[in-house]
């Protein structure tokens, strides 16, 4: 594939060859369009800015034109760009002019095999041959458009931007992900003509509802990061010959610079394993390997012919590794990259990868050297063994430390991928070699829990720490002990740890009736989890994401409402007129109440932008109309707390209580109906502009949980339905809204319990569990992840701090009540 006849290729260095190409667009970024007149302008505006005197740049790199001109005034100046993707710590920051060697122009991290400092070394020819030479292969073109779908900070992200830069191509710049409407409109907009992608990307355009590559103006789409699926392959492949355009496999390494190899579009459906031929300028070769390197299923695969490791050699290959200033100094070490590949070669040319030595992996383009991450959680302590696949990383260790946790959390890749297992022994061969073909399987049986306690705990031990009680009445049930939706999901959690499959209706079982239930016999591969624990788990996923706008799809918190008036009717009402029972009913406002107030207050002491409103959860009566603002972020908050604080009053009134226990389905559904009117404003009820935050529209959510959980019949639960499935879409603008509560409240009136797969047990409950917490934090705490990490990541991030949260203040709480109850005891025996 050549370029256009004519067309001159430019080194990225050359200003001069770059200002020749005039007013033509280089760089795209919202409404702005930056020519390549005025990008050498900037360009040399930051050159000075630099300094003449050579030395090292670091910068954390972001999907910025203030990025690429950084990156394009060091090369231009002579000076060394240190390409960041974090703001933490960078261990060459030290270096002076004098530890630079002439040849080194770049400092690209790694993949990151162990999480700790390191990076390549890269000379302007590295950098510049290698977007040459990919402009070449791809056939790019002066009219070409490419979008940043990938990070800067990676090199195949980079060298999307340097390769269409080199043919004079533009370049629209945004920090957007694939699964954002905004994204797409973009490559519309601008008429995008390449689209890069690693595996998880096409994984994550597979979500999108509708069709995501259909775009008239798009010529190719280029996947390398890591190996696709060849049945993946083709469908891309057979999905561009629909749509106009082409599928280029790709392969590459940072170590050379980017890429390595490319695959022919026309040959792709024929050869989807293959990752094709050199780039121009390229070669490849097969060094030996050791019979320990070959992976098994080769070994007696005749079919395979000649395998070796691939071994590349070009212009782009590294200088180097870096991982001290002392390094820096130094010059070429490296003239042939080992890839860490087992390939061959077909007839036809095309190399394939057919295995790797067995101590790399790479998951979402990440290249993992398992041998250097087992080597460095070693230092943590203890027995460590490592292994891996494409998806997933498994590391077996005889004790689980912090210090061992604190390393695995410096890894590149997302938490849901690292399976961390303790075992009394490190499984191995009768050879003494680890074992990795049972380390991987172990990911798929039951684990021993970290935590032995709850495997010993007693019912009554269980619920007493749970609900931070004493229990001295046997005859006591979870309701009576003042259970409440927010700790039902932790007692559940673990008393099915204990029991197995619990008994319908547990939380009415006396704590003695517990004790003595023999355990059930639990299935296989999938548990039994109660259908209210799934939806709150799945209603704080969807508040979360689409508050951070991975996608859009209100409606969580509607559901959490439901879920809470649900438990409501299944645990308060059953106690209410007991004695205690109003303290109770306090006590879970309180748990709810409490904790926001103390949250938003410490945000008006440092943070500001909050009203006394807000602090003291009345903002739905007293805030401005202006929902903006961050004021109006806890009306959930607010709603929850208003709610119940008049149903816990409401039901301390005797004739009220007698009413709904003589006709407890007939009681709420009245009640749900004249919600219904005022709810779906059927009937007016004071100003407009909040009524969607104030308790007498939010309690219809509260009472269809509420009617569903008290409906004994078919026929009371369908009037229930009836309701929510007339009533949802004319509450909610987006029928995809009303669609996603209805089948999640829905699955709450019809489903007691669900199915689930039994490592996703824990999953469920801990989300569920903290749920509240997560809710509480995720405003100020995703912000920061989504600066560093794609929304996807900060997704996780911000779930994984919100319930690393809760589980802190957990901790606290049964610390502070062991130590009360312990003062107690003491008191009593003297």
Known sequence: ????????????????????????????????????????TRI???????????????????????????????????????????????????????????????????????????????????????????????????????????????????????????????????????VDTCFWHLVERWGVTTLSGVPHSFDLIDRIDGDALTAPSLRRVTQAGGRLAPAKVQQLSRLGHRHGWDLVVMYGQTEATARMATLEPQLVDGFPCSIGRPIPGGAFDLGPISSSDVPVELETDAAIGRVGEIVYTGPNVMLGYATSVEDLRRGRDVKQLHTGDIGRRLPNGLYEIVGRRSRFVKLLGHRIDLEALEADLSHAGGNVAVAGTDDRLVIVADRHTEGLQHRLNLLPIPATMVHVIE??????????????????????????????????????????????????DPRSTFGSLGGDSLSYVEASIRLERVLGDLPDGWHMCSVAELDAYTPQRQHRSTNRIDTSVVVRAIGICIIVATHMRVFRLAGGAHTLLAVAGYNFARFQLTG???????????????????????????????????????????????????????????????????????????????PVRHLERRRPFAFAFVALLGATAVGLELVEFGDSYNNIFRPHTTIWFVLLGWAGQVAV?????????????????????????????????????????????????????????????????????????????????????????????WAIGRHTMRTAWVHTLSRKMLRQSV
């Open 44 to 178: 040399e505006q930051r050159r000075d800015e630099l300094g003449p005197d050579r030395r090292l740049v670091t910068f954390h790199a972001t999907n910025s034109i203030d990025t690429i001109v950084t990156y394009l005034a060091c090369l231009s100046g002579g000076h060394v760009a240190s390409i960041r993707s974090t703001a933490g710590h960078d261990p060459f920051t030290e270096a002076i002019r004098s530890d630079l060697h002439p040849d080194l122009a770049v400092l690209m991290s790694t993949s990151g095999s162990t999480g700790s400092a390191k990076a390549v070394r890269l000379s302007i020819d590295n950098v510049e041959s290698n977007a040459v030479a990919i402009a070449d292969a791809l056939g790019l073109r002066f009219d070409d458009v490419a979008i940043t779908s990938l990070p800067l900070s990676y090199c195949y992200g980079l060298s999307v931007v340097t390769s269409h830069l080199a043919v004079g191509a533009a370049v629209v710049v945004t920090d957007t992900s694939v």
């Open 423 to 472: 075992v009394k022994r490190i499984p191995r061969l009768s050879n003494g070699k680890v074992d990795t073909a049972a380390i991987l399987q172990l990911v798929d049986q039951p684990t021993t829990p970290l935590d032995e306690t709850c495997q010993t705990a007693t019912p009554t031990e269980i619920l007493s720490e749970v609900l931070n009680v004493n229990i001295v």
């Open 713 to 805: 019949t078919n026929r009371q639960r369908l009037l229930v339905t009836a309701v929510l499935v007339i009533g949802a879409p004319l509450y909610f603008d987006r029928w995809q809204q009303a669609l996603m509560v209805t089948a999640l409240v829905g699955a709450l009136l019809w489903l007691p319990s669900v199915r689930v797969p039994r490592l996703a047990v824990p999953v469920f409950g801990v989300v569920a569990a903290a749920s509240m917490v997560i809710f509480l934090i995720h405003w100020q705490v995703w912000p920061i992840y989504t600066n560093v990490f794609v929304r996807e990541a900060a997704f996780f991030l911000t779930m994984a701090t919100g319930i690393a949260v």
């Open 576 to 654: 209410a007129g007991a004695p205690g029972s109003i303290r109770r009913g306090l006590a879970t406002v309180g748990r709810v109440a409490v904790p926001a107030s103390m949250w938003i207050g410490l945000q008006m002491l440092f943070v500001g932008g909050y009203s006394a409103g807000s602090l003291f959860l009345v903002n739905n009566y007293f805030g401005s109309a202006w929902r903006r603002d961050g004021r109006w972020e806890y009306w959930y908050f607010e709603a929850f707390v208003q709610v119940f604080l008049v149903l816990t009053l409401l039901f301390a009134i005797g």
């Open 1 to 40: 594939m050549d370029v256009l006849s004519g067309q001159r290729l430019a080194r990225l260095s050359d200003l001069e060859a770059m200002r020749r190409r005039g007013n033509g667009p280089a760089l795209i970024a919202g409404d702005a369009v930056v020519s390549y007149v005025d990008l050498v």
